[in-house]
């Protein structure tokens, strides 16, 4: 998989879930914080005021998306002055996979289409670490023809689920999140950020090279061969990723290894042996270690405590 594939790929868990919700005026709802979801809101029809935690009401129309990536408390609400009520909805509930529900009083409607998302907390990728608390995408004619076509597509099957919605659904969810996180990185390629995951997918060499160790963890790099993929020196390149990731070359490799080698064995029955394999190990001992110090556990144990199959050997 490429970067930001892999990334959602791996720090998901569970179903994602929907809901199409017609707001009638007066109307105010709190939507509580999260630790561990994510969540957004389509405008589908109508206006409303997207009122943070920390900072000043938003006004939003139709079209606008809004994502908090980290699962911050906000409210939505017909007008900045309108009392909010209790909770609506948790958008990384996973009770539903989608749902339709109508709320408030005799006035005028607006409808929102929102999604949420549960995340592996203990290895959140530095990627959803360094986004802002909230997304902010204003609807602009022409602009993310690709993001416009989802929504329409996911409001429609949520709106009149018919066979295969579940499969449908939840395949637009994760398009939609994928949709969502691309604009973000390519609203202002203009901008001059120095470092941070926007700045390294958008860099061309160090972008190739998380490329490379996405697409294929278990091949045996090394910082002179991720160098050349950059198509820069060694030294360079080294400094350039560092700057940017975080973390050297070799330390995210190790680190990215470890955490698809988790997620594998909370997710099939492969052996501890192929695990090792996929991931880049050349022995299950080697492999064994490497993984107790990334995670304080063996990699048998943690897949007993994390998600134990009937069939694990």
Not at 73 to 97: F, K, M, N, R, V
Not at 290 to 296: I, M, N, S, T
Request: glycine share 10%; hydrophobic share 40%; aromatic share 8%.
């Amino acid at each position: 998989m490429d970067v930001l594939s892999d990334v959602i790929a791996g720090m998901r868990v569970g179903l994602p879930n929907s809901t199409r919700i017609a707001w009638h005026a007066p109307w105010g709802q709190r939507f509580a914080s999260g630790p561990g979801s994510a969540g957004f809101h389509v405008i589908l029809q109508g206006t409303c005021w997207l009122i943070p935690d920390e900072g000043e009401p938003l006004a939003l129309s139709v079209g606008d998306v809004v994502f908090f990536p980290r699962g911050d408390g906000y409210a939505l609400a017909d007008s900045p002055d309108t009392p909010i009520t209790s909770i609506a909805c948790d958008p990384g509930d996973e009770g539903q996979l989608y749902a339709s529900a109508s709320i408030g009083g005799p006035g005028a409607v607006t409808v929102t289409l929102c999604g949420g998302y549960r995340l592996d907390g203990a290895r959140s990728h530095p990627i959803l670490r360094n986004l802002p608390g909230l997304i902010y995408l204003p609807a602009r004619l022409g602009h993310r023809p690709e993001l416009r076509a989802a929504v329409d597509l996911l409001a429609s099957e949520v709106a009149n689920p018919r066979l295969g919605a579940d499969t449908v659904v939840a395949s637009l969810l994760d398009m939609l999140l994928l949709y969502i996180l691309r604009a973000h990185i390519e609203a202002d390629p203009h901008r001059c950020e120095t470092h941070g995951w926007s700045a390294a997918l958008a860099d061309p060499g160090v972008g190739a090279a998380l490329d490379a160790v996405h697409r294929d963890p278990a091949h045996p790099w090394t910082v002179q061969s991720l160098a050349a993929r950059a198509g820069l020196s060694r030294a360079a390149f080294s400094r350039r990723f560092s700057t940017l990731v975080g973390q050297p070359p070799l330390a995210y490799l190790t680190w990215w290894r470890l955490s698809t080698a988790a997620r594998l064995l909370r997710s099939s029955d492969a052996s501890l042996n192929e695990v090792a394999t996929r991931v880049g190990y050349g022995s299950e001992f080697a492999f064994a270690n490497a993984f107790k110090r990334e995670h304080g556990v063996a990699p048998g144990k943690y897949r007993r405590e994390s998600c134990p199959l009937p069939n694990s050997r």
